[in-house]
């Protein structure tokens, strides 16, 4: 499996798409063998190794000096505000079956921009497209809605009680 997601990688980049397309592929791939599970737990000790050399680099790039002026702080909170409201609003709508606190809950949970926004954005710095305040801007943002979502998720279901399953009768 490690072998066709490398490959897939490559693949992908020799298309002139980034390398995470053809390792996305190749999970998806994955996800349809009977061997998935076997896969999960195989894989899991090198992910637990990768992901964070990747989160080291993804930090490294971003230059602190970018956020230090007041316009660029504003920015980052318009930005992160419409991250997070668009997120939450899209969450619940798509969830109001489950009832308005189990949308709430849903939408809360979709906030976070995570780690697909954050290699997309040091894709799009790498080849240019980002310059330096807009790499920032968008790690920022990245990090501030991961940091946001678990203390309102906490809050959400601290006096949440599920609804009991329905009872079969014997």
Do not use: W
Not at 32 to 43: A, G, K, P
Not at 141 to 158: E, G
């Amino acid at each position: 499996m490690l072998a066709l997601c490398l490959g897939l990688a490559y693949l992908s980049t020799q298309f002139g798409l980034a390398a995470i397309i053809g390792a996305f592929l190749a999970g998806m791939i994955a996800s349809e063998t009977r061997q998935r599970e076997t896969l999960e737990h195989q894989t899991r000790p090198l992910l637990a190794l990768m992901t964070p050399f990747f989160f080291v680099m993804t930090g490294s790039k971003v230059e602190l000096s970018q956020l230090a002026d007041g316009t660029t702080l504003a920015t980052l909170a318009f930005i992160t505000a419409i991250a997070l409201v668009s997120k939450l609003v899209g969450g619940y709508l798509g969830a109001l079956p489950l009832g308005r606190r189990g949308a709430l809950i849903v939408g809360v949970g979709m906030m976070p921009r995570g780690e697909v926004g954050v290699v997309i954005a040091s894709l799009g710095f790498a080849a240019g497209v980002f310059s330096p305040r807009t790499y920032a801007l968008i790690v920022a943002m990245s990090l501030l809605t991961s940091i946001v979502t678990p203390p309102l998720l906490a809050l959400l279901f601290k006096n949440h009680v599920p609804a009991a399953p329905a009872q079969t009768p014997p």
